[in-house]
């Protein structure tokens, strides 16, 4: 098949981009971004210098993911411990710069023809910045392209909480709780994922080795992609490289041994 390099991408990603197998392309990519303190403290700067900088990086990021033609793209911007466990003026910060980013970046997502959508127990964040997401999330309801959505407040033990009492609420509220049907399909159903293909790929940055309460349920299938590059410092080519390497992988999803994704030919 004819590789269709998007005119936007810089030389270097074109390149790699042209390598990849189109027949094998991921359908859904979330990312922890992880590393903005460590990327500040090697600078000798403030914690918020890192998280200001790593507001650039999912800038660059989602262009290439929208340009490469992903369907969609989660990131892990706040999980619910975070809440818990930053000092107050942090967490301050870090709302301020989520209004500003959804402000600022709209004019990218129109471009770019990108949805945005949430994912977490939003109505725990504070009201400003409440209206301020709806604002972003109507404003892009119509684009058609890839499907970003941000996890703030994101926690997956509680998300599988509210997926169970969503269900139960439901059958209660039509004809009784004996309608109540458990299986996973029901569940997939009741998760904030809903709108969202499976979970091909998960990337972390800076190196650590954890899943940190992030998209438990979603990720019982998908791949896992390390890398010690700090999230400020994350393009769209390490993004490439992460596709690159997901390539390689062979997925048996507990069966014999499967080529990735519809591909004919392993490796
Ligand atoms: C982890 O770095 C990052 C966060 C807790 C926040 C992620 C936020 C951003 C990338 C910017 C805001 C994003 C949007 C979409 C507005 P860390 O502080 O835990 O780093 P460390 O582990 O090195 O201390």
Redesign the pocket.
């Known amino acids: 098949m004819r590789v269709i390099v998007p005119s936007e991408l810089d030389r270097k990603e074109a390149e790699l981009f042209s390598q990849l197998d189109p027949n094998q392309f991921p359908k859904h990519i979330a990312i922890i971004?992880?590393?903005?303190?460590?990327?500040a403290k090697r600078r000798h700067l403030p914690?918020i210098a890192?998280?200001k900088r790593?507001?650039e990086?999912?800038r660059y990021v989602t262009e290439t993911a929208a340009r490469i033609g992903l369907p969609a793209l989660t990131?892990y911007?706040?999980s619910a411990e975070?809440f818990l466990r930053r000092p107050p003026g942090e967490i301050k910060f870090?709302m301020k710069?989520?209004q500003t980013?959804l402000k600022k970046e709209l004019e990218l997502m129109q471009r770019n023809n990108v949805r945005l959508e949430f994912i977490g127990r939003s109505h725990m964040l504070p009201p400003e910045v409440q209206e301020r997401m709806a604002w972003a999330k109507e404003e892009t309801a119509r684009n058609t392209g890839m499907v970003l959505t941000?996890a703030l407040n994101y926690g997956s033990r509680s998300e599988i909480v509210d997926a169970v009492r969503s269900m139960v609420h439901a059958a209660a509220n039509n004809g009784g709780l004996h309608h109540l049907q458990i299986d996973e399909e029901a569940i997939n159903r009741h998760l904030y994922t809903r709108h969202l293909p499976d979970l091909d790929l998960v990337i972390r940055t800076?190196g650590e080795l954890r899943l940190s309460n992030f998209l438990l349920w979603q990720a019982a299938y998908a791949e896992i992609y390390v890398t010690k590059t700090?999230?400020p410092d994350f393009r769209g080519i390490h993004l490439l490289e992460a596709i690159a390497d997901f390539q390689g992988r062979e997925r048996r999803y507990g069966g014999l041994l499967e080529t990735n994704g519809n591909n004919s030919h392993s490796k």
Not at 33 to 38: E, V, Y
């Open positions: 971004m992880d590393g903005n303190g460590r990327w914690r890192g998280h790593g507001v990086a999912v990131l911007a706040f975070n870090l710069l989520l980013y941000l800076s700090l999230w």
